[in-house]
């Protein structure tokens, strides 16, 4: 999820391959990555992108994701989604992808039906095994079935719907890194085969597994990503939004489809446009995102600073102190103060930081180091890292907050700040205030509203 900051697609592949040496990914393809990346960039570049990427390999290794395909992309089609997973299945991270008849399919009879999924079955081991055949793919009849309603416009299909998981032999495939492939089948009572949604499969398999991840990878929503609020919402907001919204059915039971299996335990939902090249690795491996999220846990949060946040802080306060709106911070001032810092997280990435200053014995405090990433910027995190230390100051009683500023008024008068002089300091700051050109500001804090 570079955002802005990953140039190309190209450099999240080259990512991928450079950390996974150990499992065999220097083949022709991945020597293929790494002169197109070297040359779309330079080396610091490539060095930038790859420390962004490798807390995502430790994060999802051997974690289980699960993958709802739409459709296998026709050889035609310049979609790389197929080599992209076997990318993440040599890495370490356990796939399981979830395929129905594909959306090519015009079958209307059992048999048909039967033969498009199984067509769709072969084709996607088939194309696994000429990227890499070191893959190992494993494909069985791994869900329990029991009838449906009879849909009114197909009533000699046996509808099913999903009555059980075979777990064990699951897990079994899963612990051998075999790459495991799911047809929407369900066997029923007697060994009958049962036509399954391949889209509630998943999200059934995915509840089941305890999976970290569901992505629903195909075409049907792109039109109308630009309709969201936002590309990544909580379970509530989403819940709230669609309850306002009038979508196309198959779009609503997609991102309805998102929702229930966030409600249902998994932690983060996706759903992507699997013709955009790149578009799978640039959301498992980089902090910006593509396409809709939707997580049942906090993605950005403010939370106070680790030791081993300084250097990542302190490459933060340098951008600004060259940009001459916060004072310069050295690393030892940050590992004696690193206390009264707290930062705002995007998927654990640092987007900005704040500080909080205090005194013993004084019922004042002063906010500095106020900085935000120039990628994350105009989005509202300044003003919420001042309300995070507002409420800081609440908790803690204090009757004064205090601002310095050559640049970011604007902020702390949206905060409830006014303009004061420097008189008005403490007298702990003031004593080594010599800051000419800073305006003050001040925060007069409410009693009785500790939050």
Same mark, same amino acid.
Request: charged share 25%; hydrophobic share 40%; aromatic share 8%.
């Given at each position: 999820?570079?955002?802005?900051?990953?140039?190309?697609?190209?450099?999240?592949?080259?990512?991928?391959?450079?950390?996974?040496?150990?499992?065999?990914?220097?083949?022709?393809?991945?020597?293929?990555?790494?002169?197109?990346?070297?040359?779309?960039?330079?080396?610091?570049?490539?060095?930038?992108?790859?420390?962004?990427?490798?807390?995502?390999?430790?994060?999802?290794?051997?974690?289980?994701?699960?993958?709802?395909?739409?459709?296998?992309?026709?050889?035609?089609?310049?979609?790389?989604?197929? !080599?992209?997973?076997?990318?993440?299945?040599?890495?370490?991270?356990?796939?399981?992808?979830?395929?129905?008849?594909?959306?090519?399919?015009?079958?209307?009879?059992?048999?048909?039906?039967?033969?498009?999924?199984?067509?769709?079955?072969?084709?996607?081991?088939?194309?696994?095994?000429?990227?890499?055949?070191?893959?190992?793919?494993? /494909?069985?009849?791994?869900?329990?079935?029991?009838?449906?309603?009879?849909?009114?416009?197909?009533?000699?299909?046996?509808?099913?719907?999903?009555?059980?998981?075979?777990?064990?032999?699951?897990? !079994?495939?899963?612990?051998?890194?075999?790459?495991?492939?799911?047809?929407?089948?369900?066997?029923?009572?007697?060994?009958?085969?049962?036509?399954?949604?391949?889209?509630?499969?998943?999200?059934?398999?995915?509840?089941?597994?305890?999976?970290?991840?569901?992505?629903?990878?195909?075409?049907?929503?792109?039109?109308?990503?630009?309709?969201?609020?936002?590309?990544?919402?909580?379970?509530?907001?989403?819940?709230?939004?669609?309850?306002?919204?009038?979508?196309?059915?198959?779009?609503?039971?997609?991102?309805?489809?998102?929702?229930?299996?966030?409600?249902?335990?998994?932690?983060?939902?996706?759903?992507?446009?699997? !013709?955009?090249?790149?578009?799978?690795?640039?959301?498992?491996?980089?902090?910006?995102?593509?396409?809709?999220?939707?997580?049942?846990?906090?993605?950005?949060?403010?939370?106070?600073?680790?030791?081993?946040?300084?250097?990542?802080?302190?490459?933060?306060?340098?951008?600004?102190?060259?940009?001459?709106?916060?004072?310069?911070?050295?690393?030892?001032?940050?590992?004696?103060?690193?206390?009264?810092?707290?930062?705002?997280?995007?998927?654990?990435?640092?987007?900005?930081?704040?500080?909080?200053?205090?005194?013993?014995?004084? /019922?004042?405090?002063?906010?500095?180091?106020?900085?935000?990433?120039?990628?994350?910027?105009?989005?509202?995190?300044?003003?919420?890292?001042? !309300?995070?230390?507002?409420?800081?100051?609440?908790?803690?009683?204090?009757?004064?907050?205090?601002?310095?500023?050559?640049?970011?008024?604007?902020?702390?008068?949206?905060?409830?700040?006014?303009?004061?002089?420097?008189?008005?300091?403490?007298?702990?700051?003031?004593?080594?205030?010599?800051?000419?050109?800073?305006?003050?500001?001040?925060?007069?804090?409410?009693?009785?509203?500790?939050?």
């Amino acid at each position: 999820m570079l955002s802005s900051s990953c140039n190309s697609a190209s450099s999240a592949e080259l990512t991928l391959f450079t950390a996974s040496a150990d499992n065999d990914l220097f083949s022709d393809s991945s020597n293929r990555f790494m002169n197109t990346a070297f040359e779309a960039q330079d080396k610091l570049g490539f060095a930038r992108h790859l420390r962004q990427a490798l807390p995502y390999f430790e994060e999802f290794q051997d974690q289980i994701l699960v993958f709802h395909l739409e459709a296998v992309p026709s050889p035609e089609n310049d979609s790389r989604i197929i !080599e992209d997973l076997v990318l993440l299945n040599q890495a370490g991270i356990r796939i399981i992808l979830v395929h129905g008849p594909g959306s090519s399919s015009i079958q209307s009879d059992f048999d048909g039906i039967r033969q498009s999924i199984a067509a769709e079955n072969w084709e996607l081991q088939t194309r696994i095994l000429s990227i890499s055949n070191k893959v190992q793919t494993f /494909s069985a009849h791994l869900i329990r079935a029991v009838p449906s309603e009879i849909h009114p416009e197909q009533p000699q299909l046996p509808q099913g719907r999903v009555s059980g998981i075979m777990l064990d032999s699951l897990h !079994e495939a899963l612990k051998s890194r075999k790459l495991i492939i799911i047809p929407s089948f369900g066997i029923g009572e007697k060994g009958r085969l049962w036509l399954l949604d391949p889209w509630e499969t998943a999200i059934e398999v995915a509840s089941a597994a305890h999976a970290k991840k569901l992505v629903h990878l195909g075409t049907q929503t792109r039109d109308f990503f630009n309709s969201l609020p936002s590309s990544q919402m909580t379970t509530s907001e989403m819940r709230h939004w669609l309850e306002e919204q009038k979508l196309p059915q198959p779009v609503g039971r997609i991102w309805q489809g998102l929702l229930n299996a966030c409600e249902r335990g998994v932690e983060r939902c996706h759903d992507l446009d699997y !013709e955009e090249n790149g578009a799978l690795l640039l959301e498992m491996l980089t902090p910006g995102g593509i396409g809709l999220m939707v997580t049942n846990s906090d993605y950005r949060l403010i939370r106070p600073a680790r030791i081993n946040d300084l250097q990542k802080i302190s490459d933060l306060l340098g951008e600004s102190s060259a940009e001459k709106t916060v004072v310069f911070r050295s690393l030892e001032y940050l590992r004696q103060h690193v206390d009264d810092f707290h930062l705002f997280c995007i998927d654990e990435e640092i987007a900005g930081c704040v500080e909080l200053q205090t005194m013993h014995n004084s /019922s004042d405090a002063l906010i500095g180091s106020l900085a935000v990433s120039a990628s994350h910027r105009n989005q509202g995190i300044g003003r919420e890292l001042v !309300e995070a230390m507002v409420r800081e100051a609440r908790k803690y009683e204090l009757k004064q907050l205090f601002a310095l500023t050559t640049s970011q008024s604007s902020i702390f008068m949206q905060c409830g700040f006014k303009e004061t002089t420097a008189e008005a300091l403490p007298d702990w700051k003031l004593k080594d205030f010599d800051y000419p050109d800073c305006r003050v500001f001040r925060y007069n804090i409410p009693r009785n509203k500790i939050d």
